[in-house]
């Protein structure tokens, strides 16, 4: 896909309720968006890429340590 057709939704106006200036940052450079102001965030196409990326490198890392990967559930008990 070209860079011109990819949604990038950016703003000039500061967002009422980030208070840390990366949270600014990514919100205003149409890497997330807020959804209803819960603390909820949707990750828009930048942000998917960058996100794929980090857990790229993460694995990696994970690999070379010998780690093992796992997937837990929203809610997971203290225990673990």
Not at 34 to 54: E, I, M, Q, R, T
Not at 56 to 65: G, I, P, T
């Amino acid at each position: 896909m070209r860079f011109s057709r990819l949604l990038i939704p950016t703003s000039k106006e500061v967002p009422n309720d980030a208070t840390l200036a990366s949270h600014i940052y990514l919100i205003r450079g149409g890497f997330i968006q807020s959804v209803g102001g819960s603390g909820l965030y949707n990750f828009l196409p930048l942000g998917k890429k960058v996100l794929d990326k980090v857990r790229q490198v993460v694995k990696e890392e994970l690999d070379k340590a010998g780690c093992q990967e796992t997937s837990l559930s929203f809610i997971t008990p203290m225990a673990l």
